[in-house]
């Protein structure tokens, strides 16, 4: 019956994989969830610091968001005179 249902000895396993290979999944899952996890946690930490800053004193929310919005002007400007060099 070997014939029709192959052989009746189960196959070898593969080798389990070595803690490098486990090192290197982690850093790459690491590495690809770095940025957004980052992202997200920055605005979160940003918006709860804006909130803790109104909630202080009102000029001191505004005061931030002044802030914020002269480094967007500041950045734009920068990347004004700063043109990418294209091919």
């Known amino acids: 019956m ?3 249902y192959g052989p009746n000895q189960p196959q070898d396993e ?3 994989g070595s803690w490098k290979e ?3 999944i982690i850093w790459v899952v690491f590495k690809a ?3 957004p996890l980052g992202l997200l946690f920055g605005a979160v930490i940003g918006f709860v610091v804006l909130l803790w800053a109104f ?3 009102v000029w001191l929310g505004l ?3 002044g802030a914020l919005v002269a480094a967007v002007v ?3 400007i920068w990347e004004a005179r700063h043109p990418p ?3």
């Open 2 to 4: 070997g014939f029709y």
């Open 14 to 16: 593969p080798p389990p």
């Open 22 to 24: 486990t090192a290197i």
């Open 33 to 35: 969830l770095a940025l």
């Open 55 to 57: 909630l202080t004193a």
């Open 63 to 65: 005061a931030l968001l």
């Open 74 to 76: 500041v950045r734009g």
């Open 85 to 87: 060099d294209l091919p």
